[in-house]
């Protein structure tokens, strides 16, 4: 039997999402262990350090170190790039907070990068690890619905002054690289990927409203009062044609306020409602060609919160010599497939895909985590 050992790892960006990812890397992994952080802002990066009892680090100090293996990218989108090169050159394998780069040209390069260090490199979202988005591939799997034949995802958000209390410069929603379709429209794309394999091919529209006349208006905002630009598509329509020959239709818009999302896949026999690919899990609900409705039991673990499950999954894909579920392909197949919907214009909105992937291995369905190395998620 294969001894148990955790993988050491370090996270660079103690932002607003850190915290639930060393949360669950310190405490839920049995295969993670978590030893430094770090982040450009200093002081942050030391509160963190003294709450978990790990290590406060530069991003060179944690290149340097040899035990170190792995790498959690979570800095600003714009950083992402940078952040995750210098890892990789350095050795390292890395994990990136969605969506890994802000272009594919950027993903290609920190993919030939790993490859040429015999690295990996993943990419979040991994909401569709989680007992809600199993269970559905599961129930299609299965043949519940029949044969897939149309997906319908709509998320709408109201990205207004109330998201921006600190500095005018965190715009996440209205910066290249951010918007709607990056922060949210990533996760509907990953789960469809998942449940409905690669996509073939996709065409889009989209606008970008009131891109020069948006006030920041919270008095908190130190930016308050003055023009809110916005450089990054808020409104987006695609739609996909997928290898299997399911379609799709995918809708973000963060412009509009009390919006009821939906994920619905719609099949021969069946419909399916999923949960919201931004969490864990949630009601699935099963709808049969008699119009019998039912709630699917989820019997997969990961109900809660669990961000970092990729990372998890990666680090036993290291010690077993197998391929992340969040794997490079499947990171850079939703970052083509949603900057490709989003920029489309006028008669060149059609776009077929040049990267792709196969659908990651379905848990085993009762599964919490393995103590053994040797016994595999």
Same mark, same amino acid.
């Given at each position: 039997?294969?001894?148990f050992?955790?993988?050491k790892v370090?996270?660079?960006?103690?932002?607003?999402?850190?915290g639930?990812?060393?949360?669950?890397l310190?405490?839920?992994?049995?295969?993670?262990?978590?030893?430094?952080?770090?982040?450009?802002?200093?002081?942050?990066?030391?509160?963190?350090?003294?709450?978990?009892?790990?290590?406060?680090?530069?991003?060179?100090?944690?290149f340097?170190?040899?035990?170190?293996?792995?790498?959690v990218?979570?800095?600003?989108?714009?950083?992402?790039?940078?952040?995750?090169?210098a890892?990789?050159?350095?050795?390292?394998?890395?994990?990136?907070?969605?969506?890994?780069?802000?272009?594919?040209?950027e993903?290609?390069?920190?993919?030939?990068?790993?490859?040429?260090?015999?690295?990996?490199?993943?990419?979040?979202?991994?909401?569709?690890?989680?007992?809600?988005?199993?269970?559905?591939?599961?129930?299609?799997?299965?043949?519940?619905?029949?044969?897939?034949v149309?997906?319908?995802? *709509?998320?709408?958000r109201?990205?207004?002054?109330?998201?921006?209390?600190?500095?005018p410069?965190?715009?996440?929603a209205?910066?290249?690289?951010?918007?709607?379709?990056?922060?949210m429209?990533?996760?509907?794309?990953?789960?469809?990927?998942n449940i409905?394999?690669?996509?073939?091919?996709?065409?889009?529209?989209?606008?970008?409203?009131?891109?020069?006349?948006r006030?920041?208006?919270?008095?908190?905002?130190?930016?308050?009062?003055?023009?809110?630009?916005?450089?990054?598509?808020?409104?987006?329509?695609?739609?996909?044609?997928?290898?299997?020959?399911?379609?799709?239709?995918?809708i973000?818009?963060?412009?509009s306020?009390?919006?009821?999302?939906?994920?619905?896949?719609?099949?021969?026999?069946?419909?399916?409602?999923?949960?919201?690919?931004?969490?864990?899990?949630?009601?699935?609900?099963?709808?049969?060609?008699?119009?019998?409705?039912?709630?699917?039991?989820?019997?997969?673990?990961?109900?809660?919160?669990?961000?970092?499950?990729?990372?998890?999954?990666?680090?036993?894909?290291?010690?077993?010599?197998?391929?992340?579920?969040?794997?490079y392909d499947?990171?850079?197949?939703v970052?083509?497939?949603g900057?490709?919907?989003?920029n489309?214009?006028?008669?060149?909105?059609?776009?077929?895909?040049?990267?792709?992937?196969e659908?990651?291995?379905?848990?085993?369905?009762?599964?919490?985590?393995?103590?053994?190395?040797?016994?595999? *998620?």
């Amino acid at each position: 039997m294969k001894q148990f050992k955790p993988v050491k790892v370090a996270v660079i960006g103690c932002g607003m999402i850190s915290g639930i990812y060393l949360t669950n890397l310190k405490n839920m992994f049995n295969v993670t262990e978590l030893v430094g952080c770090s982040d450009i802002i200093p002081e942050r990066s030391k509160a963190k350090a003294e709450e978990f009892g790990i290590k406060q680090m530069t991003n060179e100090e944690i290149f340097a170190d040899p035990e170190i293996e792995v790498v959690v990218n979570l800095t600003y989108h714009t950083s992402h790039f940078e952040v995750s090169k210098a890892a990789l050159e350095a050795g390292k394998n890395v994990y990136s907070e969605k969506m890994m780069c802000i272009t594919v040209d950027e993903a290609k390069e920190l993919g030939r990068i790993a490859k040429e260090k015999g690295v990996i490199f993943c990419g979040a979202p991994d909401t569709f690890l989680g007992a809600g988005l199993q269970t559905a591939r599961q129930v299609i799997d299965a043949g519940l619905i029949g044969t897939p034949v149309m997906a319908n995802a *709509i998320v709408v958000r109201g990205y207004h002054h109330e998201r921006f209390k600190d500095t005018p410069e965190r715009r996440f929603a209205f910066l290249p690289g951010g918007g709607i379709m990056y922060d949210m429209g990533c996760y509907y794309l990953q789960a469809l990927i998942n449940i409905l394999g690669p996509i073939d091919s996709v065409c889009g529209y989209s606008d970008t409203r009131d891109a020069n006349s948006r006030i920041f208006m919270n008095a908190k905002n130190p930016g308050y009062g003055t023009v809110m630009k916005i450089e990054t598509p808020n409104n987006v329509c695609g739609a996909m044609k997928f290898k299997s020959g399911a379609m799709g239709v995918i809708i973000t818009s963060s412009e509009s306020v009390g919006a009821t999302n939906s994920f619905v896949i719609y099949g021969t026999k069946g419909v399916l409602t999923l949960n919201d690919p931004n969490d864990f899990t949630a009601p699935i609900i099963l709808k049969t060609a008699t119009g019998q409705t039912s709630e699917i039991p989820q019997s997969f673990a990961y109900k809660d919160n669990s961000r970092g499950l990729g990372v998890a999954d990666m680090c036993y894909a290291l010690r077993n010599g197998r391929e992340p579920r969040c794997s490079y392909d499947r990171a850079i197949h939703v970052l083509e497939a949603g900057v490709n919907i989003m920029n489309l214009e006028g008669e060149n909105n059609y776009h077929k895909m040049e990267t792709t992937c196969e659908r990651a291995a379905a848990f085993e369905s009762g599964i919490v985590e393995y103590p053994e190395m040797v016994l595999d *998620i």
